[in-house]
């Protein structure tokens, strides 16, 4: 069987490997036009989907031994590790390591890549030569297949973020697992470097005052204790989460942001991506697939724009919470589980606040 995988980003990555371990004989191929990985961006990936991954990979992201605490933060104690993986059960991974040993297994169970930027023709030409079964446009939010397959996307009633780069001399790469959580108004990442970057989700009104920028930067920073910061630099931005009206045609599927893009806040993008797959791989060989696919496609959709509401609604319930647990109990609690105590009170809370 032959598979064309376009895209070899984390959800055309996934699909393969998943795909390749269902069917070890089946010939697959993935055009991706990048010959580097380098996002530094933080994926919380959830539990369910990272355990499907191959043992190599997840070792080499995690360790497969022991518990499997992130096996690259070393200036965190082992407590304040897992105690925010036990939390939630879920990883917080950067993007190109994901990426980059996702490919590397893939590479070594004999799937091939070409490095190539497809455009429309070129896939259809591919695609006649090729002959594949079928087609898996893993291509990103701007897809080139959901073009050739003659799709609109349907975009939500647009949302509002900021984002705000700077240099420090704090060792943020020691805070990154803690820095990705989804629950409140703002997302740090960290890089291998010393740069740092801090989304924040803003309201229309602040995306509208030009005045208030230097003061929600500002706010960002001191939320994550960085008070050395230099070389700040902030933007705003429109964020445009949709759905594509057609998600497959014939052998051709959409999978991940080419068919479903979401508000980056909900932390659902890639496992939304890693979803469809599993229901492609659970179901692939089945009757009109492509129908039942869309209906699945709409339902997640649908709980991607629960999700979206959900963020506010949580932020506000855990501030109120936040709000009456005593601080001083707080801080000990957060000491005692070797939790970084240069994190504000408001972030300490959100990691101690169930064990209280
Ligand atoms: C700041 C930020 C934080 C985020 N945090 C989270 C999070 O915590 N959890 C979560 O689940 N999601 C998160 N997301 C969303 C997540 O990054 C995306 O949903 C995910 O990357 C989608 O994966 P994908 O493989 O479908 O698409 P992409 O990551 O866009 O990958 C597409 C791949 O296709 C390749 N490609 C594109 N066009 C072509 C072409 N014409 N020819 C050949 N190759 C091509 C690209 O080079 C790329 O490798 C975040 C996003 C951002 C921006």
């Given amino acids: 069987?032959?598979?064309?995988?376009?895209?070899?980003?984390?959800?055309?990555?996934?699909?393969?490997?998943?795909?390749?371990?269902?069917?070890?004989?089946?010939?697959?191929?993935i055009v991706e036009k990048r010959s580097k990985?380098?996002?530094?961006?933080?994926?919380?990936?959830?539990?369910?989907?990272?355990?499907?991954?191959?043992?190599?990979?997840?070792?080499?992201?995690?360790?497969?031994?022991?518990?499997g605490c992130y096996i690259d933060a070393p200036p965190l104690t082992k407590n304040a590790r897992c105690l925010y993986r036990s939390k939630d059960l879920n990883m917080s991974i950067r993007t190109a390591d994901l990426e980059i040993s996702m490919r590397n297994e893939a590479n070594k169970m004999?799937?091939?890549?070409?490095?190539?930027?497809?455009t429309e023709d070129s896939f259809k030409e591919l695609y006649r030569e090729y002959k594949p079964k079928f087609?898996?446009?893993?291509?990103?939010?701007?897809?080139?297949?959901?073009?050739?397959?003659?799709?609109?996307?349907?975009?939500?009633?647009?949302?509002?973020?900021?984002?705000?780069?700077?240099?420090?001399d704090t060792p943020i790469q020691k805070t990154k697992s803690l820095l990705s959580s989804p629950?409140?108004?703002?997302?740090?990442?960290?890089?291998?470097?010393?740069?740092?970057?801090?989304?924040?989700?803003?309201?229309?009104?602040?995306?509208?005052?030009?005045?208030n920028v230097e003061n929600?930067?500002?706010?960002?920073?001191?939320?994550y204790g960085f008070d050395d910061t230099k070389d700040i630099k902030t933007w705003k931005f429109e964020i445009n989460p949709g759905v594509v009206d057609k998600v497959c045609k014939g052998k051709i599927?959409?999978?991940g942001d080419s068919a479903l893009t979401t508000h980056y806040f909900t932390a659902s993008g890639v496992n939304m991506g890693f979803e469809c797959v599993d229901y492609l791989y659970d179901n692939i060989s089945k009757k009109d697939m492509c129908k039942n696919y869309k209906k699945f496609i709409i339902s997640l959709h649908d709980l991607s724009s629960q999700a979206i509401e959900n963020?506010?609604?949580?932020?506000?319930?855990?501030?109120?919470?936040?709000?009456?647990?005593?601080?001083?109990?707080?801080?000990?609690?957060s000491i005692t589980k070797g939790i970084t105590t240069h994190l504000p009170f408001k972030e300490l809370c959100y990691l101690v606040k169930d064990m209280l």
């Fill in 135 to 168: 087609v898996f446009g893993c291509d990103g939010a701007n897809s080139v297949v959901a073009k050739v397959l003659n799709t609109e996307k349907k975009v939500e009633p647009t949302f509002y973020g900021m984002g705000v780069t700077f240099r420090t």
């Fill in 216 to 223: 929600l930067a500002k706010n960002a920073l001191k939320f």
């Fill in 183 to 211: 629950q409140h108004r703002y997302r740090g990442f960290s890089s291998q470097t010393k740069d740092g970057y801090v989304g924040i989700n803003i309201s229309k009104k602040e995306f509208e005052d030009t005045k």
């Fill in 110 to 118: 004999g799937i091939e890549f070409i490095e190539m930027e497809i």
């Fill in 1 to 29: 069987m032959k598979i064309l995988v376009i895209g070899g980003g984390p959800v055309g990555l996934y699909c393969s490997l998943r795909f390749k371990m269902k069917y070890p004989s089946s010939d697959i191929t």
């Fill in 311 to 333: 963020v506010d609604l949580k932020h506000k319930k855990t501030l109120a919470k936040c709000n009456k647990l005593d601080k001083k109990k707080v801080k000990e609690m």
């Fill in 253 to 255: 599927y959409l999978i």
């Fill in 37 to 67: 990985y380098t996002r530094d961006q933080i994926l919380l990936v959830k539990r369910p989907f990272f355990s499907k991954l191959p043992k190599n990979v997840r070792g080499e992201l995690w360790g497969v031994q022991k518990k």
